[in-house]
């Protein structure tokens, strides 16, 4: 079993849907939780870093940590086509900056105009 | 967040060869990573790089097959050493920011025949 599992789509949703994608984990140490986009041919760029359970709102981005449930979620609110990209889940036992990110496979996302 | 760059950004290369692979940041940071995303798979950390000591593996990765170089707190090379077809891959950098975070390069894809 991989310590971090996403559904890797292709995901497809009309302009302006709110998309909703999601990783499970089985490691109940970990404690910082990130998303990140990357484009075709491009690195991966952080979008939101949340530590523990809860919400972080930013823009259109909500991103949500059940740690009772090992499972996070990243919202994207009134979707846009250059929204279109992988987006990958990434988490830490310890603090993000110093230490392994394990990622999930990533949800290549589309969005059609 | 850091700006950060790798050369080549892409490579083709016969088996047996050496490439090496550079990472430089515009400005010092302590932790350097270098992580490997095979097609269709998620990012795997390789080693981490801190500048004065040597790079520490992870599981399934060797000093003899990718040789890490750490001169100072703005660069780092990694070596994908005497290089089969099961070494293609995009080969990423990533530093450790102030947020608990890493912030990614554009990657190296190197492509072995």
């Known amino acids: 079993q991989k310590e971090v599992e996403q559904d890797p789509g292709p995901l497809s949703v009309p302009e302006g849907a709110i998309v909703s994608l999601n990783c499970t984990y089985s490691?109940?140490?970990?404690?910082?939780f990130m998303w990140y986009r990357q484009y075709s041919r491009k690195g991966p760029e952080l979008l939101m870093y949340?530590?523990?359970?809860g919400n972080k709102e930013d823009g259109r981005f909500t991103a949500q940590v059940d740690k009772s449930s090992k499972y996070i979620s990243l919202f994207i609110r009134d979707s846009q086509p250059s929204d279109s990209a992988t987006y990958l889940c990434?988490?830490?036992?310890?603090?993000?900056?110093?230490?392994?990110?394990?990622f999930g496979q990533g949800t290549t996302l589309q969005v059609k105009p | 967040s850091a700006v950060i760059s790798q050369k080549p950004s892409r490579d083709i290369c016969q088996r047996g060869t050496s490439l090496t692979i550079q990472c430089q940041v515009d400005?010092?940071?302590?932790?350097m990573f270098w992580y490997r995303q095979q097609p269709g798979q998620s990012l795997t950390l390789i080693a981490t790089?801190?500048?004065?000591?040597?790079?520490?593996?992870e599981s399934g990765f060797v000093i003899d097959k990718f040789p890490i170089s750490r001169p100072n707190l703005t660069f780092s090379t990694l070596t994908v050493s005497n290089m089969s077809p099961e070494d293609s891959s995009i080969y990423l950098c990533?530093?450790?920011?102030?947020?608990?975070?890493?912030?990614f390069g554009p990657g190296t894809r190197l492509t072995v025949l």
């Open positions: 990533s530093v450790g920011a102030r947020t608990d975070t890493q912030y």
């Open positions: 490691n109940s140490a970990f404690q910082y």
């Open positions: 949340t530590y523990s359970s």
């Open positions: 990434a988490m830490s036992a310890y603090s993000g900056n110093t230490g392994k990110l394990i």
């Open positions: 400005s010092q940071v302590t932790m």
């Open positions: 790089a801190n500048q004065g000591s040597e790079a520490t593996y």
